[in-house]
């Protein structure tokens, strides 16, 4: 995170459009009136406190949680209970986890051509091909041909990173990615997300990395009660916030 | 003071262990005479074992493979002074005399080479499933394998099998272009729809005519004379292979989110697991005819099968689904996440895991669904057991016992055991990680 990544180009094609979006589980509402625009090329950081809705909120995106009211639309495709588009939008929208979630069973390179090769149908040398390039762009092409389980939780990480990119998704979701790390291996994901974010990936990334979301993001998102609370740009969010909520938020992660 | 400071001139190098480490001292020390308690269990187990062993070895190594009834064995026995429990020694006349009978029943003894082909050509059928190193093309002997056995064993017209398997065909080709013309539900519909009507009235005729033309094949053998550890293996083979691809299917079932499927699936196997399998057999046997159109002949060895194959795939779904629960969320969501379709995330994704998990449970649901095999002596077909109690019913071995039972037992114990021997090399071929 040496440079600001301000000066990163954002476009005026909206990317996901989240109108009046509503979610339950059972009688909970998690989500209440979400609005959100999400622009080409953002890299958004959606902060709050545990249980506050803001992993919910990702995963309605690429349908992982169903919503119950309001429209999800990603790249134009609309976001119905049609499991046509649902696999649309989930090849096109690349996703990574708290827990990695790798496949244990089989090894990092074939955890990186599955997809494509299953999905996209491309060859067998094709995906290969790819699955390398991405690999060797996270840092382990060394690692191809061990298991995720030989690998230490920083470079699962960044093995999850690398398989979903070899999907060549346009959007990347980042469902706390760094949460199940130790200290010294979050340095190494966030620096493979910075690049990612330099290559202009449009990312919604949740996470409590504020330092990231200082450097790299070009809006933070602070929700609290399933709702959105607050966002700005992130100099104004964390120099100036507004609502007490969000003050006391901050006091609280940046007060040590 | 003391001079703290210290320099190593040169490395020492390594030393063999001490003996008491290593070697057979070692290990004796290490596990039988650790300290006193441990010393005084390895000599009262020690004494245990060898007086147990000094009573059987005797009766095992006894004199009486020729003889060639119970009466003779006693009196080799007795002019060698032997006596005792079981008449001093085994009489094994009766396992040299019978033992074909068995192995393959009342089938035909000039005839014996087609279940031994039958067994040679299972090997080999086998073999792809099982290694990883067989070569690839015996998977299309596995295929046609069922038909081939089916043939074999029973004998009759080629084109009873032969049309059988082409319902297989018929179905690809329905799938194949229904789905091109109305897509792919019509598809699957299709690809169920008419291999079942292929079946059900095309696959007789068919037969009978063709054989008509070109009569192809062997003496037909009735199923009453086959018998002894074929059948066993028959049956036994024949639930294992068809009740895993039918336990997973329940076991997906039992999960799924379309009520009417998850009940139906919930149903059967809660029904068949509450119910003792000897009931299913006796329902195969008598009650089935009454439910069949009259004058259908249903063969009781085929009624059985599908009996023992319901049974055990209900204990398989069981099985899978402890294998599913133990799959963290995150992989599905995972396969979801990046775009894999259901078939194709339980197939590439859980599936792989899951069944990984089950290993053991699936082979103790295997080994028991062979050994249940012997209910069958119960509604009157020829299973080892079955015949026992018909040679114990000969003048000439009537009263013999352990030696019959002893030779049964210990076949049984050698398909079980290596089954489970498999299973524990299969767990160490797949382990990945750590």
Not at chain 2, 231 to 238: S, Y
Not at chain 2, 300 to 313: D, E, G, H, K
């Amino acid at each position: 995170m040496a440079n600001a990544k301000k000066q990163l180009q954002v476009s005026d094609e909206v990317a996901i459009q989240i109108t009046n979006m509503n979610k339950w589980y059972g009688s909970f509402h998690v989500l209440r009136d979400i609005d959100l625009t999400v622009n080409r090329g953002e890299r958004i950081v959606i902060a709050g406190p545990s249980g506050s809705g803001k992993s919910t909120l990702i995963r309605c995106i690429n349908a992982l949680e169903e919503h119950q009211e309001g429209l999800i639309t990603v790249d134009g495709t609309e976001l119905s209970s049609d499991l046509k588009n649902i696999d649309t939008i989930r090849s096109e929208v690349g996703m990574c986890f708290q827990h990695f979630n790798l496949f244990p069973h089989l090894t990092i390179l074939e955890n990186c051509m599955l997809a494509p090769v299953w999905v996209r149908k491309t060859t067998q040398k094709e995906a290969k091909e790819t699955a390398m390039h991405f690999l060797e762009k996270v840092k382990i092409p060394e690692q191809a041909d061990k298991y995720p389980g030989q690998l230490s939780g920083g470079q699962q990480q960044r093995v999850a990173i690398a398989r979903s990119l070899c999907m060549k998704p346009r959007i990347m979701l980042f469902d706390e990615p760094t949460s199940a790390l130790d200290p010294e291996m979050i340095k190494e994901v966030l620096d493979t997300m910075v690049q990612l974010a330099e290559d202009g990936m449009t990312m919604l990334v949740v996470t409590h990395e504020m330092g990231f979301a200082r450097e790299v993001a070009n809006r933070v998102i602070f929700m609290d009660e399933g709702q959105i609370i607050e966002q700005n740009e992130p100099a104004e969010f964390f120099d100036n916030p507004q609502n007490d909520r969000t003050k006391l938020f901050l006091s609280q992660i940046l007060g040590h | 003071m003391a001079d703290l400071s210290f320099v190593r001139k040169e490395i020492i190098p390594q030393r063999a262990a001490p003996l008491s480490q290593t070697g057979i001292i070692g290990w004796f020390r290490k596990n039988m005479f650790s300290d006193i308690p441990n010393t005084i269990l390895t000599i009262i187990v020690g004494y245990f074992i060898i007086s147990i062993l000094g009573n059987i070895l005797p009766w095992v190594f006894s004199p009486t493979w020729n003889s060639v009834s119970l009466t003779e064995c006693r009196g080799i026995l007795a002019e060698l002074g032997r006596s005792g429990h079981g008449g001093g020694g085994a009489c094994w006349g009766v396992i040299r005399e019978r033992w074909l009978q068995l192995l393959f029943g009342f089938y035909p003894s000039e005839l014996y080479w087609r279940p031994i082909l039958a067994f040679v050509l299972l090997g080999l059928a086998l073999a792809p499933v099982l290694f990883d190193k067989a070569s690839r093309k015996l998977i299309y002997l596995t295929a046609i394998y069922p038909f081939l056995c089916f043939w074999l064993i029973w004998g009759g017209s080629i084109w009873f099998p032969v049309t059988v398997f082409s319902g297989f065909i018929v179905a690809y080709l329905g799938y194949v272009y229904v789905n091109k013309a109305f897509g792919s539900l019509a598809g699957v519909i299709a690809s169920i729809a008419l291999p079942v009507l292929w079946w059900l009235f095309i696959t007789s005729p068919l037969s009978i005519s063709l054989h008509s033309i070109m009569p192809i094949g062997s003496e037909a053998i009735e199923s009453d004379r086959l018998g002894g550890f074929m059948l066993a293996v028959l049956i036994g083979v024949t639930g294992i292979a068809l009740s895993l691809p039918i336990g997973i299917l329940l076991a997906l079932g039992r999960q799924s989110n379309l009520p009417i499927l998850k009940a139906v699936c919930v149903c059967f196997i809660e029904f068949i697991r509450g119910v003792p399998l000897i009931t299913l057999l006796f329902v195969a046997s008598t009650l089935l005819n009454i439910f069949l159109p009259p004058g259908s002949n249903f063969d009781l060895i085929l009624r059985v099968m599908i009996m023992v194959t319901l049974f055990a795939s209900a204990y398989m779904a069981e099985v899978v689904r402890g294998g599913l629960a133990a799959l963290p969320k995150g992989q599905y969501e995972a396969a979801d996440s990046l775009g894999l379709d259901y078939w194709k995330a339980q197939r590439l994704i859980i599936m792989p895991q899951a069944l990984k998990i089950s290993i053991p449970g699936i082979v103790s649901t295997f080994i028991g669904l062979f050994k249940d095999t012997t209910l069958v002596s119960i509604i009157g077909l020829l299973d080892p057991l079955g015949l026992s109690t018909n040679i114990r019913a000969d003048m000439a071995w009537n009263g013999i016992l352990w030696e019959l039972y002893g030779f049964v037992g210990l076949i049984f114990f050698i398909f079980c055991f290596s089954m489970s021997r498999y299973s524990m090399y299969l767990e160490r071929k797949l382990a990945t990680g750590h």
